[in-house]
């Protein structure tokens, strides 16, 4: 079945510093991505569509320029948080689309920022 | 708008009951959506779909149906078992997948 691997799983980063997560697809191509982000006890919150070869399209609110997202080839997105904060930490959980609606999601990072 | 989860109720059940999961959805424009079960620290697993031109689907030990009318989805396990526990969250898909609050499913022996 399709898999999609998420890296790294887990990281800690101090304030200020930009973290890089990774979301590849394993054994098909996805032209396009989704990153969510998730707090404790709460829904996934779609941050951003990311589309093969071009820009990303974010959600109302998300800020692009402190979430960059790279979508460079068909089986890897990245997204970078950049200059990291406290309330950013949280778990961010990517998702690439198969085609006729279908999604495989990825483990989840989950990022503490101190 | 769109369907955001601000806080996440949970749905005790007996183990070998069947459980029910409710789910209301905002967009009239969604023609699909999916049923997903998340274990803690873990991304979402896929549980069955359905489309907007059927009311009911069935799976191995699961069923959903969904009725346009209200904008409901539900989720109905049977036997409920240990292993269900975990948090369980609708998306409905248009051109993007958007969850919904989602329910903790506790199993009690």
């Known amino acids: 079945g399709a898999v999609v691997s998420q890296h790294p799983s887990w990281v800690i980063c101090k304030s200020g510093t930009s973290v890089k997560i990774e979301c590849r697809s394993l054994d098909f191509q996805a032209t396009t991505m989704f990153w969510y982000r998730q707090f404790p006890k709460q829904s996934l919150m779609l941050m951003a569509t990311s589309n093969e070869g071009s820009k990303a399209t974010y959600e109302q609110g998300v800020e692009k320029d402190k979430f960059l997202i790279n979508h460079a080839s068909l089986t890897l997105s990245t997204l970078t948080v950049t200059s990291a904060h406290p309330e950013d930490s949280s778990f961010y959980i990517c998702s690439a689309g198969q085609g006729k609606g279908g999604y495989t999601f990825g483990s989840g990072t989950r990022l503490t920022v101190v | 708008g769109e369907s955001v989860g601000l806080h996440l109720p949970t749905l005790s059940v007996q183990e070998g009951d069947n459980s029910i999961i409710n789910c209301a959805y905002s967009n009239s424009a969604s023609d699909y959506f999916i049923w997903y079960k998340q274990e803690s620290g873990k991304g979402p697993q896929f549980i069955i779909d359905?489309?907007?031109?059927?009311d009911k689907r069935q799976g191995q030990r699961v069923t959903v149906l969904l009725n346009k009318t209200v904008k409901h989805l539900s989720l109905q396990i049977a036997a409920t078992q240990p292993g269900d526990s975990a948090v369980y969250f609708c998306?409905?898909?248009?051109?993007?997948?958007?969850f919904g609050t989602g329910t903790r499913l506790q199993v009690f022996p």
């Open positions: 359905i489309r907007s031109n059927m």
């Open positions: 998306a409905e898909n248009t051109d993007k997948l958007i």
